[in-house]
């Protein structure tokens, strides 16, 4: 089946309407001399002193979009603190990176496209941050943003303790008066009570519109701050609508991004996507909204499900691998619209040990319609690890981010 390329793609001169969302690539790419899209290049100085430059290409979705870094003067392939940036998190105009600038020292960096100005990037001041929990929110309307990173102390049959490391900054990037702050945060039922979770692990972090961060663990639920409010002093916690095990169950090569997402569309609203499998390739993909309860607690309510044969029979789905989805997420700008992976290389018997084919495919489906609206192939460039190496399990760790810095960024 043939791929419906980019136009900014196949032609970089062509000026076409940037995508209102794209899905970012968190995995960047380090090219010194990449023809980059003038509109979105930033510059800045690492923390070491040296300058580097990035740059987005943007695809519109279910193709992803990249990051792409220009660092002449930084470590090259052969040297053992090489690494490729990375984008860890996303709100409205800005993105964070994170790039590992010597074998001792990672950088942290806010990247803003807000306004006619060209893009700017700063170095955030320097903190022990790990990425994976990490998230951020910029407050709509004024210039504030927070980066914030939930931290765990405990469990294995003791209560978890969690702790918030927190920057607060009141203007549009972050300045040399802003300072971490690190405070133990409680947990909280849907009524405000006291709340103690015998173990967590942050899977993804979701900003939901300019007040909430939600540190979501896909097999336990979801914790949600308001972190200018009161700079996080409570969390609140919110099940799951599917069933919550203590311990998370052994899936091998798998993660649970590949198969469970919470996601943000049309504005504000929260919407939680599980793909359920059973034996061989027999799934069912289920959509849930967050809304509230009668009693003011957060409740789900399911939108509605499709299985195996169902989406198969979608129109237009006919020469797209009949294998289980991975990695779905639900279009930023139609409710309607979820986006996912299929691959036969990334399955079992159907694999390329098998004679399978290693082609990966990123389709959007309309789910109401019950048809496909796009498809894009994800090329042999984009499927590598942190070493460079082409492989299909670079995509464990949530590989693709939401985002709607499009919307900011102007030509120049």
């Not at 300019?210 to 700079?231: M, Q």
């Not at 919470?262 to 034996?279: E, H, N, P």
Request: hydrophobic share 40%.
């Amino acid at each position: 089946m043939e791929a419906r390329p980019s136009k900014t793609l196949d032609d970089p001169t062509a000026v076409v309407p940037r995508p209102p969302w794209v899905l970012l690539d968190r995995l960047g790419h380090r090219e010194d001399q990449a023809d980059a899209d003038a509109a979105t290049v930033a510059s800045s100085r690492t923390s070491t002193g040296t300058v580097i430059s990035v740059s987005f290409r943007f695809a519109a979705p279910p193709a992803t979009s990249r990051l792409y870094l220009r660092w002449p003067s930084g470590p090259s392939r052969e040297d053992s603190s090489f690494a490729y940036p990375r984008v860890v998190a996303a709100h409205d105009d800005s993105v964070l990176l994170q790039l590992t600038v010597s074998s001792r020292s990672i950088d942290y960096f806010l990247y803003k496209a807000r306004g006619a100005r060209p893009p700017s990037l700063s170095l955030l001041p320097r903190s022990a941050l790990t990425r994976k929990g990490i998230g951020i929110l910029r407050r709509r309307g004024e210039g504030a943003f927070a980066v914030a990173e939930l931290r765990t102390a405990g469990g294995d049959g003791t209560p978890v303790a969690f702790d918030l490391c927190v920057l607060l900054s009141p203007g549009p990037g972050p300045s040399e008066s802003d300072k971490w702050e690190v405070r133990r945060v409680k947990v909280l039922d849907g009524r405000g009570k006291d709340l103690a979770l015998q173990c967590w692990e942050t899977d993804a972090v979701v900003p939901v519109g300019g007040r909430f961060l939600c540190w979501v663990d896909y097999y336990r639920g979801i914790l949600v701050g308001r972190v200018f409010a009161d700079g996080g002093s409570a969390l609140t916690y919110v099940p799951l609508p599917v069933d919550t095990p203590w311990a998370k169950p052994d899936h091998g090569q798998e993660c649970p991004e590949a198969s469970r997402s919470v996601c943000v569309t049309a504005g504000d609203t929260v919407k939680f996507v599980s793909v359920d499998r059973g034996l061989l390739f027999v799934f069912t993909v289920t959509i849930w909204t967050l809304g509230k309860a009668r009693d003011g607690s957060m409740e789900w309510e399911k939108d509605g499900e499709f299985r195996a044969a169902e989406l198969w029979a979608f129109s237009g789905y006919e020469h797209l691998p009949r294998v289980p989805p991975e990695y779905p997420v639900v279009s930023m700008a139609d409710p309607d619209a979820l986006c996912f992976m299929v691959s036969e290389g990334r399955h079992g018997h159907a694999g390329v040990e098998a004679g399978g084919d290693d082609t990966v495919w990123l389709v959007e489906v309309d789910t109401r319609r019950r048809a496909v609206r796009s498809v894009s192939r994800f090329s042999k460039e984009e499927t590598r690890d942190m070493s460079g190496r082409a492989s299909l399990n670079m995509f464990h760790g949530h590989a693709f981010l939401p985002s709607e810095v499009t919307t900011y960024v102007h030509e120049q």
